[in-house]
Nanobody, 133 residues
Framework: QVQLVESGGGSVQAGGSLRLSCSASGYDYRRVCMGWFRQAPGKEREGVAT????????YYVDSVTGRFTISTDNAKNTLYLQMNSLKPDDTAIYYC??????????????????????????WGQGTQVTVSS
């Protein structure tokens, strides 16, 4: 079955960096949309960044552009999110998500902005990121 397992969360001070990883299994990783979402307490889940593992197309939400970098190692079925210049507003649970597993055209749509959690079929359990001022 499909499994997404995140790691790499933690606590840092503002201006610091963290690197999240998501190990994927149970499906063909090479032609899907992989994304990172986050949810802060009392707020809706927000799309952060996506990458199409087949085309390499990348999308970032404006609030993280220039600070976060999404990447994938298709040989390892692993998704990454390098987060630099972290701010207290980045504090949230970060989730890895996969979309378009049954239809690559659905994946293209899922990866295009604006990002919607409803376009992703599978989710990891989440990893906490806390940024202190």
């Amino acid at each position: 079955q499909v499994q997404l397992v995140e790691s790499g969360g933690g606590s840092v001070q503002a201006g610091g960096s963290l690197r999240l990883s998501c190990s994927a299994s149970g499906y063909d990783y090479r032609r899907v949309c992989m994304g990172w979402f986050r949810q802060a307490p009392g707020k809706e889940r927000e799309g952060v960044a996506t990458i199409n593992t087949g085309t390499g197309s990348i999308y970032y939400v404006d609030s993280v552009t220039g600070r976060f970098t999404i990447s994938t190692d298709n040989a390892k079925n692993t998704l990454y999110l390098q987060m630099n210049s972290l701010k207290p507003d980045d504090t949230a649970i970060y989730y890895c998500a996969a979309g378009g597993l049954q239809n690559e055209f659905v994946g293209y749509a899922a990866c295009a902005g604006p990002l919607s959690a409803g376009d992703f079929e599978y989710w990891g359990q989440g990893t906490q990121v806390t940024v202190s001022s």
